[in-house]
């Protein structure tokens, strides 16, 4: 805008030195600073245009007035749709997004408590179910299908004894599944916890390419939580579009890891960020360098992912739980550290190569040789495409499949300890506290 107005000045001078001087060189530069001020104004009017698309990472931190621009439609408008009954999430000062309280859309609900769920639990576990807490992703949530398909519940009423907590959020990784447990998951007590991640993934970081690489800003996933250690502790902050307006964030957090060098001598010329044409310019090229270049691959972070489980672990130990660690590979392929630190809590930890006993359920079922697909999640789990529905998850029948499969590992391990040790009995489909005497 300020380049406009300047153009627009300098306009108005020519015009005005034209009426009293009428030297040709006046007219030719009054015929330039016309066009230029028509090209800024054509470029102020694209940008603007960016903008209400979304597609405007590169813009953010060079003119003021976009960057206000900016905030209202990418932080305003997310406040706004948070606050609606039919959007699922909402954010959190602590895990950075979460399901949302009472909430309603389409097939999903969300209770009280802001679980996926229909009804409100006691924060005291009945003596006589057997209470397991399910974390992760989409695939816990289970994207595209109503309360009633997802396998938390399917689970839950395959047999008697059980209570499943659905405190499934879409697009967790382990870390945000993680501070979900230390935050919701304790103050039921759960007897089991179920997460379906072991590794960190691309999930817990913020994530450079994805925000620089979307076409609406607004659509990325901006609400990510950074971890780091500092003297042997793990801590943690939830991440928010104000921060993209920081100079020292952009930085460090998404441009150095995509290796732009925001101080480059070329780019660094002010012809780049007060000129409207010279922002459209950056903008453009920037958006065609990432998208050949911007790979990130796998995110590997030894030492916090081996913190966050021995947190969990420990955690767990502390409240009497059991971990299932459900993953899409075999123990021996984790990390050795990893490994070491959960053989050392053995007694309390079920891992499960997840897409193992999948393949042999499908094999059992006569679905081993139709065509599989990829499962949308990080995990690489791999169905036939006739379980799955049209987000990437499984439909009715592939959430009755998983029931089924986390049903066999329940039944064939020692649950609980103290006065809540449960074994499933096998006559009356039921799981039991063998250490409540029947009257």
């Not at 209570?163 to 979900?180: D, F, K, T």
């Not at 998404?254 to 002010?270: C, E, N, T, V, Y």
């Not at 796998?298 to 971990?323: C, G, R, V």
């Not at 007694?347 to 999948?358: D, E, G, H, W």
Request: aromatic share 14%; with cysteine; charged share 20%.
């Amino acid at each position: 805008m300020l380049s406009i107005l300047t153009l627009f000045l300098i306009f108005i001078i020519c015009l005005i030195a034209m009426k009293f001087f009428r030297h040709p060189v006046l007219r030719y530069t009054t015929l330039i600073v016309f066009n230029l001020l028509v090209i800024e104004s054509v470029m102020f009017g694209y940008l603007l245009f960016l903008i209400l698309q979304g597609n405007c990472f590169f813009l953010i931190g060079n003119q003021k007035g976009l960057d206000a621009l900016i905030k209202i439609r990418l932080i305003e408008a997310t406040y706004f749709a948070q606050g609606k009954k039919n959007f699922i999430n909402q954010l959190d000062n602590t895990l950075g997004y979460t399901i949302g309280e009472n909430k309603d859309l389409g097939p999903y609900q969300s209770n009280a408590q802001g679980l996926r769920a229909n009804r409100n639990y006691s924060s005291i576990p009945n003596p006589n179910l057997l209470r397991i807490a399910v974390f992760g992703d989409s695939f816990v949530f289970c994207d595209g299908e109503k309360n009633s398909d997802t396998w938390a519940y399917l689970l839950e009423q395959s047999v008697h004894g059980l209570e499943v907590l659905n405190l499934g959020v879409p697009g967790y990784g382990l870390g945000q599944s993680y501070l979900r447990y230390l935050k919701d998951g304790l103050k039921f007590s759960p007897d089991i916890i179920f997460f379906n991640y072991t590794l960190l993934s691309d999930r817990d970081r913020v994530s450079p390419s994805e925000w620089a690489g979307s076409d609406n800003i607004r659509m990325a996933h901006l609400y990510r939580v950074r971890f780091r250690i500092e003297n042997g502790v793990l801590l943690s902050q939830a991440t928010t579009p104000y921060e993209l307006f920081d100079p020292s964030f952009r930085e460090k957090y998404l441009f150095q890891p995509l290796g732009i060098d925001s101080h480059a001598r070329f780019w660094s010329w002010k012809f780049f960020s007060i000129s409207n044409t010279g922002l459209a310019l950056k903008q453009m090229i920037y958006r065609r360098w990432l998208a050949k270049h911007a790979s990130q691959g796998e995110y590997h972070n030894d030492e916090i992912n081996y913190k966050i489980l021995e947190h969990l672990l420990l955690t767990a130990e502390q409240n009497k739980s059991t971990f299932i660690f459900s993953y899409d590979r075999d123990f021996s392929d984790l990390p050795q550290r990893i490994q070491s630190l959960i053989k050392e809590h053995s007694s309390r930890v079920i891992y499960v190569n997840a897409q193992k006993v999948l393949q042999k359920r499908y094999a059992a079922l006569g679905k081993d040789r139709t065509p599989y697909k990829r499962l949308s999640t990080p995990q690489l789990l791999y169905a036939p495409e006739d379980l799955l529905n049209s987000s990437g998850h499984f439909n009715a029948q592939g959430n009755r499949i998983f029931a089924d499969v986390v049903l066999e590992i329940l039944k064939t391990h020692p649950l609980g300890e103290n006065d809540r040790k449960f074994q499933f009995d096998e006559q009356n489909q039921t799981f039991r506290n063998t250490s409540v005497k029947n009257p």
